[in-house]
């Protein structure tokens, strides 16, 4: 599978983006999906999942109740709709297919797309 990440720009603290990751091929519907991040000079971390259907849907605490993670699986896309964001949030941004026995863990890599908060 191939995932393509896009949606990614500058954005004042208190704004949103919505980032979006398309994905190659016709199975796209059996993969649960993932979003994680990667600041400068830190590791990558976990961000959110969704699964298979989009029912179930799963959030690091530190961005609980301001980001949304959902998919369109017409589309082959999964999407990360990201509000209130906060200068702690700047950070590249990669979407992946993660194991269905721990979301946190990714399988397969996109390119990351960078967002950037200011202050």
């Known amino acids: 599978v191939q995932l393509q990440a896009s949606g990614g720009g500058l954005v004042q603290a208190g704004g949103s983006l919505r980032l979006s990751c398309a994905a190659s091929?016709?199975?796209?519907?059996?993969?649960?999906m993932g979003w994680f991040r990667q600041a400068p000079g830190k590791e990558r971390e976990f961000v959110a999942a969704?699964?298979?259907?989009?029912?179930?849907?799963y959030y690091a605490d530190s961005v609980k109740g301001r980001f949304t993670i959902f998919r369109d699986n017409a589309k082959n896309t999964v999407y990360l709709q990201m509000n209130s964001l906060k200068p702690e949030d700047t950070a590249v941004y990669y979407c992946?297919?993660?194991?269905?026995?721990?979301?946190?863990?990714?399988?397969?890599w996109g390119q990351g797309t960078l967002v950037t908060v200011s202050s």
């Open positions: 969704i699964s298979y259907s989009g029912v179930s849907r």
């Open positions: 091929g016709r199975t796209f519907s059996f993969y649960v």
């Open positions: 992946a297919v993660v194991q269905n026995e721990n979301v946190r863990v990714g399988d397969y």
